[in-house]
Every structure is written in C-alpha cells, then in structure tokens.
C-alpha cells in the first residue's frame, strides 16, 4: 500500500473506531485523564505498528490488544497510585471487553442515532462538555446559565439518550 493510501486508511480506521477505542481505555484506566493519555500513546503505537495490521481483519481487536498492553505498561509507570489491579484482572477485563465488540458498535451506533435527533442546544451542550472538554462551569458561563442548571441539563440528556438506545435495543430483541 503506498504511503499516502496507507496514511489515509490508517485515519479512516482510528477515527471510526475511536469512541470505542476510548471506551476500553476507560474500561481498564479508570480516571478519564489517565485513560486519554494511554488512548494517545496506543495511538502512536498503531500508527507505528500499522503496517503489521492485516487489513480485512478486525481493527478494533487488533487496536483493543495494543491499548491492553499500553494500559498495562502505563499502570507500572503509575506504581504510587493508591488502587491497583492485577494484570490477571485487568486482562479479564481486556477479554470481556473485545467480546463485547459488536453490542458496543451496536449502541454506539444507536446513541449517535439518538444524539442527531437532540435538539440543537442539548446537542452543542454535549459537544461542549465531552468533545471539547469544558468543565461544567465552563460550559454554564458559555451558555448563560449555572453550573447546577448545566448538570441537571445534561443529567436529563444521559437519560433521554440512555432511554432511547435501550428502547430502540428492546425493538431489536
């Protein structure tokens, strides 16, 4: 595959396996800082390794084995942390959650379905807080409001949101 195309089928897989990439992360790092910084050295990881990847095979496994094992080397970095798990658990974890693979693109899927049909004032509020990263207070004075007004409104959108992928998974059992 020449450079380009590489470069190009490279970005394509990441950005499309990317939400359920940080997903396991946070499923084996469990503070969301943490878990963002293993996503981004397992990203430059599979971009050094990706000529290794088989295309037509799954790059979720392939990329989920390389968080894993990125997750594990960070945990010995962190050796003052006050909680630690052992690897045997952490690769439970790992397992349990590769065999998830296709609920999790399933609700994926459904919750971007169900996040379009937000109104456009609750859909900016979520790409405030979870895409761009702004505290609570943050985003309270960006849309006028108070911070106890911004999480009342966002704990309604996660339960509409979460109402709506499970109605729409209990149509498809």
């Known amino acids: ?25 946070l499923s084996l790092i469990p503070h969301w800082a943490d878990a963002e910084e293993v996503l981004q050295e397992a990203n430059l990881v599979m971009w050094k390794k990706f000529d290794q990847f088989k295309l037509g095979t799954s790059f979720f ?16 970095r962190q050796s003052r942390s006050r909680v630690h798990f052992g690897d045997q658990f952490m690769e439970l974890v790992a397992a349990h959650t590769e065999q998830l693979e296709e609920e999790l693109a399933q609700r994926e899927a459904l919750l971007n379905n169900c996040i379009s049909k937000l109104k456009e004032k609750h859909r900016q509020m979520l790409n405030m807080r979870y895409q761009q990263g702004f505290s609570v207070e ?11 007004a911004v999480y009342q409104a966002l704990s309604r959108i996660h339960k509409a949101l979460f109402d709506c992928v499970e109605r729409h998974l209990s149509a498809t059992r």
């Open 1 to 25: 595959m020449a450079d380009r195309e590489a470069i190009a089928e490279f970005i394509r897989l990441l950005t499309s396996h990317q939400v359920r990439l940080r997903a396991f992360s």
């Open 61 to 76: 496994s392939w990329s989920c084995k390389i968080i894993h094992l990125t997750a594990k080397d960070f945990r010995r």
């Open 138 to 148: 943050r985003l309270a004075q960006t849309v006028g409001s108070t911070a106890k």
